[in-house]
């Protein structure tokens, strides 16, 4: 896997592993403490970073296939 893959993967992955740290921590000390405007951008932006993390994956499966 080439570096510059490897390294938005990476990059991607901690960005995600924090946003859901964040929605773990806030349902288990006060459920309600995020609005659902707040966990609508969560959401958004969860699946933004998967997408990003899966269109880096396809990426460099056809460079190897290439």
């Known amino acids: 896997m080439r570096s510059e893959t490897r390294d938005l993967l990476n990059r991607k992955t901690l960005q ?3 946003l859901l740290i964040v929605l773990e921590v806030a349902d ?3 459920p309600n403490e995020l609005t659902p405007t707040a966990r ?3 959401s958004w932006a969860m699946a933004d970073l998967m997408s990003d ?3 880096a994956l396809n990426s ?3 460079a190897r296939n290439g």
């Open 16 to 18: 995600l592993e924090a």
């Open 28 to 30: 288990e000390s006060a």
């Open 40 to 42: 609508t951008n969560f």
């Open 53 to 55: 993390i899966r269109t």
């Open 60 to 62: 460099e499966t056809e």
